[in-house]
């Protein structure tokens, strides 16, 4: 394993992965203290100022209940963040685990967790959460519990694939001769070696989290109390012709959180995949 | 309850036919364009769209375009399926089939903006794979026509599995399509998820259950038997 230094450089070297690395982290400021950053209160409800479109007291516009805009962006932050780290923390938990266990043990193991893998693979993920959410309520607790139960597969897999290439090499051999533990391998040969790789996925999972979770708002069935991007574009939806700003920004932040974790991802499944970059075209 | 499923079934094949038939075309077509010549413009153009369309959230697209398009500019109409005037016919006449086709284009846009990133992505590394193996070398080295190696020799190699990633989304939009249609007010079956959740409508909502894997289920039956006609190594 690389010192943490490295990657990041290579995250920074292009524009757009600047761009993303700067972006993610002003999120995370937003997320962990929007009460120093945010201009009024989210909640506060100003009958007289509702619907005002963007000016320089409200640089995002006010929405059906005369609630700052840009405030409520700002806060929604934090709700995206936590459900995505703690989703994802979760999920990758869990893939890792059961990958290791299905690339390391192979037989009986693998064929259990390949079954379990292909058999999530026949629901879709969003209808999966909605149903499962429309059931037991959106609490925040649940989201957390039930997105990270649903996107653990591709992790599961590419940790399969992983381990299943390293068990073969002969430095794993080697160990084994020494008398050393399957313990004692996994946990200082295999797993340094997939880090990187099960970060990147993370990071790249974090997205689908965060769309998700958005989704669900939107749709009504999300954490009444929490302000959520995904709840405000619901509003905005009644308000589309009415009120653009309540629609247009919030999206906006969403989206751009979504572009940077994403791009943030692939670059650094790229950097811990170099053959990616370099495969030859003969034509 | 069989009915109620049955009823939203042509909508949603409606929108998720559309839907497709551009986003995979246009998604082979850049991703068979951006593997040819890597680090060219097409390649860097595909690689971004490929990154917005599977960050942008499916809901806020269509909200932008209903602002755009449909509010600002008053081109398209935004919601449902038929023009008010419309609603209630039956009979296929050509004014309907135009006003529902009217209709159709900003879900459209919408669902399968989500569905380009994957198939440009896909088909891309499927085809630098097919293009860095031994035989097009070979091909080369005989002095083969390289329109001849890309279309003849490499994409026709690639095409069972592009193929399958085109089955295995089926499912995916099926479900996928809760966004778009309740965006959109589209009275497809996505819409019908929707409705039955809010309403805890449980024996509905087994039933769309049920319906989705099965499709899943015979979606990936269908690619297995077409690509054992396309792969003579596959038999069965």
């Not at chain 1, 929604?76 to 990958?99: E, K, N, P, Q, Y």
Request: glycine share 8%.
């Amino acid at each position: 394993m690389k010192h943490f230094g490295e990657p990041i450089q290579y995250l920074a070297r292009e524009p757009i992965g600047l761009f993303s690395l700067i972006f993610t982290i002003a999120i995370i400021i937003m997320a962990t203290i929007p009460t120093h950053i945010a201009p009024y209160d989210p909640y506060r409800i100003d009958a007289s100022n509702t619907f005002k479109p963007p000016s320089p007291m409200n640089p995002f516009g006010t929405d059906d209940l005369g609630r700052d805009v840009l405030s409520q962006v700002i806060y929604g932050a934090r709700t995206s963040m936590i459900i995505a780290v703690a989703a994802v923390a979760f999920s990758a938990l869990l893939g890792t685990i059961l990958g290791i266990m299905a690339g390391y043990y192979g037989g009986r193991a693998d064929l259990t967790v390949s079954m379990v893998i292909d058999a999530k693979l026949s629901i879709p993920t969003f209808f999966l959460v909605l149903v499962v959410i429309a059931l037991f309520g959106g609490s925040i607790a649940n989201m957390i519990i039930v997105i990270g139960i649903t996107i653990w597969p591709p992790i599961a897999r590419v940790v399969r694939a992983l381990v299943n290439s390293i068990r073969g090499s002969d430095f794993i051999e080697a160990a084994r001769v020494i008398g050393a533990s399957s313990i004692w391998i996994i946990s200082k040969h295999i797993v340094p070696q997939i880090v990187g790789v099960v970060a990147a996925i993370s990071i790249l999972q974090m997205g689908s989290a965060i769309i998700i979770e958005a989704g669900l708002s939107f749709l009504g069935f999300g954490d009444p109390t929490l302000i959520s991007r995904g709840k405000m574009l619901n509003i905005a939806q009644t308000y589309v012709e009415k009120a653009w700003w309540i629609g247009l920004f919030p999206g906006l932040f969403l989206f751009l959180t979504i572009l940077s974790l994403n791009i943030l991802g692939d670059r650094l499944y790229e950097y811990y995949n170099p053959r990616l970059r370099e495969k030859v075209s003969y034509l | 309850m069989i009915n109620v499923i049955v009823e939203r079934l042509p909508a949603t094949l409606l929108l998720m036919l559309t839907s497709i038939a551009w986003s995979a075309i246009l998604g082979i077509v850049l991703g068979i364009r951006a593997s040819i010549k890597r680090g060219g413009a097409i390649d860097n153009i595909s690689t971004m769209l490929a990154t917005l369309s599977v960050s942008i959230p499916t809901f806020w697209l269509g909200i932008v375009l209903i602002i755009t398009l449909g509010g600002m500019l008053r081109i398209l109409p935004t919601q449902g399926m038929l023009s008010p005037a419309n609603i209630g016919m039956k009979n296929l006449s050509p004014a309907i089939i135009l006003d529902i086709s009217w209709h159709l284009v900003l879900p459209s846009i919408t669902l399968g903006m989500a569905y380009l990133g994957i198939y440009i992505r896909s088909v891309k590394s499927l085809l630098i794979d097919e293009l860095g193996k031994d035989y097009i070398l070979l091909a080369r080295a005989k002095g083969l026509d390289r329109s001849h190696i890309l279309w003849r020799y490499a994409f026709r190699t690639a095409s069972p599995s592009i193929i399958a990633i085109l089955g295995l989304n089926i499912g995916t939009m099926l479900a996928g399509a809760t966004l778009t249609e309740t965006v959109f007010a589209w009275p497809g079956m996505g819409r019908l998820i929707y409705e039955s959740a809010i309403a805890r409508d449980y024996p509905v909502i087994h039933g769309i259950f049920i319906f989705i894997s099965i499709t899943v289920i015979l979606a990936n039956l269908v690619d297995d038997m077409i690509n054992a006609l396309l792969d003579p190594r596959v038999r069965y």
